[in-house]
């Protein structure tokens, strides 16, 4: 797959996920073979007015193949503005969020919500394009309760995006239910741009499943949490390495940037993602979602994850 001057050999995405897709979770995705990574939302408004707040979520790591930072918003005139921040130049494609189903981006109309508004969301996106020197992207839903990605797709098409990605649930379906992939298939034999398919593949069977509605590229996103060598295993390839060593990665980067009294707070999850599928103790479980010590936490993991 090709994006602007971009070549994509596997077309291997890591989704933009709030509060899970940081620096150091994106260069141990990026160590076992993701392409392209998606930052976390950043606000459009927030990069005018306030950009120290978003400065830490634009921190990007050498290892990341093609950075993709997301934005979001509803006001045609602020996204465009926003893609002049400094903070955005690091980036190789700009993506814009119209999916995401958090009520409360939701509510100020902004993500899932621009689906009910697609003369809006075209508005945004033709601006957005006209105001970018690198490739647009969109990614969205089906819509908001029904099946409206054709459409949406041909309109983002039309407004000069040059990909979109389709989470091929509903705005009102939040996460659950399962993902429809005809309606992926449905789309990229409509639309002439690539479209990646998103939703539902955490496995080498799930991966080439979502191959088979002829996407051009594959997303990742839950299927990575906890799981970062998905990216190694849809291939077939078994990760044979030190589950402890890639958790232990991913702190140590963390720690170069951000204060640990934060970092206690927002490591508990993810060190409980990284030992899901193991068997241990409720005790043990309840140390690492209540530890005030991340030293501490690694070595009760160190002891699970052996």
């Known amino acids: 797959m090709k994006i602007g001057n971009l070549e994509f050999e596997k077309s291997l995405f890591l989704a933009p996920m709030a509060g899970v897709s940081d620096v150091g979770f994106r260069e141990v995705c990026s160590d076992f073979g993701v392409e392209g990574c998606f930052s976390e939302m950043l606000s459009s408004r927030a990069m005018l007015h306030n950009p120290k707040k978003t400065e830490l979520m634009t921190i990007t790591s050498p290892k990341e193949k093609v950075k993709i930072g997301q934005i979001f918003g509803h006001e045609p005139e602020i996204m465009a503005l926003s893609l002049r921040n400094p903070l955005l130049d690091k ?12 009520p409360k981006i939701v509510k100020n109309g902004e ?3 621009l689906m009910e508004n697609i003369n809006l969301a075209k508005e945004i996106i033709t601006a957005c394009v006209k105001n970018s020197d690198r490739p647009v992207s969109v990614k969205f839903r089906l819509g908001k309760n029904k099946d409206i990605s054709l459409d949406f797709g041909r309109m983002c098409e039309e407004s000069g995006a040059s990909f979109v990605t389709l989470h091929a649930r509903t705005v ?6 399962k993902a429809d992939y ?4 449905r789309l990229s034999q409509s639309l002439s741009i690539p479209v990646i398919g998103n939703g539902d593949v955490v496995d080498e069977e799930s991966y080439k499943k979502m191959l088979s509605t002829g996407a051009s590229g594959v997303m990742i996103g839950r299927g990575a949490m906890g799981k970062p060598w998905i990216f190694q295993e849809i291939f077939g390839n078994k990760f044979k390495g030190s589950k402890f060593d890639v958790v232990k990665k991913h702190l140590e980067i963390l720690r170069k940037y951000y204060e640990e009294k934060w970092l206690v707070l927002y490591m508990r999850k993810h060190f409980l993602w990284y030992c899901s599928s193991e068997k241990f103790s409720s005790e043990k479980r309840l140390k690492i979602a209540t530890s005030a010590n991340l030293d501490e936490s690694l070595e009760i993991l160190k002891e699970i994850l052996k």
Do not use: R, T, V
């Not at 980036?91 to 969020?97: A, G, K, P, T």
């Open 91 to 102: 980036y190789d494609i700009i993506d814009i969020n119209m999916g995401c189903p958090a």
């Open 182 to 185: 005809d309606a992926i298939a």
């Open 172 to 177: 009102e379906q939040g996460y659950s239910g």
């Open 111 to 113: 993500g899932g919500a």
